[in-house]
């Protein structure tokens, strides 16, 4: 089974109740409020790649409740909750999407490391032409790529340098800030190390 169907189907449902809660909630409040304050001008428009019931925007919509919000789902369940949301959803896989609009910001949040490595340089440059200026990337982070068991599963989980593969695949890109969210921190992620990259030829 590859990756889309894997997300799509019953895994991909299962993994809706395991990750939405108050905790997370507040946790992502203040995950998403230390990175915009890296953004002097705080983004109007944004879109999470692969935002499942939309955990992330929900944050974000607390922060920025004058924004538009778009996300990119392939698991039709999760897509039904996402749509109360008031934000605009596809529902379709990362590689099929295939829009002309641009957002201020672009959002991927433990989602690069569950494609399949052959994809992410499609991915890369599907970030890249959706961005009018920022680009924030929040995955597990690993100096060279490899392969992680997950949940009983084989090459569905990959840690690697995203950031620093998108960042010398364009050169008009530059990291602006970066950081790490411990488990065991007061607002506690999931070891995630986050990149906010900007977008200089606009």
């Not at 920025?64 to 109360?84: R, Y």
């Not at 990959?158 to 800030?177: I, P, W």
């Not at 970066?178 to 990259?197: C, E």
């Amino acid at each position: 089974m590859n990756q889309e169907e894997f997300w799509a189907g019953r895994f991909g449902t299962e993994y809706i109740d395991r990750n939405q809660d108050d905790a997370l909630l507040s946790s992502n409040i203040h995950f998403f409020s230390n990175i915009l304050a890296r953004i002097p001008n705080k983004p109007k428009s944004i879109i999470e790649l692969g935002a499942n019931v939309g955990m992330n925007i929900k944050a974000l919509q607390g922060l920025l409740p004058k924004s538009s919000f778009s996300g990119v789902e392939i698991n039709k369940s999760a897509c039904e909750q996402l749509q109360a949301l008031n934000c605009v959803v596809h529902n379709l896989s990362i590689a099929n999407l295939n829009i002309k609009e641009k957002f201020d910001l672009v959002l991927s949040k433990g989602v690069l490391i569950h494609l399949n490595p052959d994809d992410l340089n499609s991915t890369y440059k599907k970030m890249y032409d959706l961005t009018n200026e920022w680009v924030l990337i929040a995955e597990y982070y690993n100096p060279l790529p490899v392969a992680i068991e997950y949940r009983g599963h084989s090459d569905k989980l990959f840690k690697r340098d995203f950031a620093g593969e998108m960042l010398s695949k364009f050169t008009d890109l530059e990291l602006v800030a970066t950081g790490f969210a411990y488990h065991l921190g007061p607002f506690p992620q999931d070891d995630i190390t986050w990149f906010l990259i900007r977008k200089c030829s606009r």
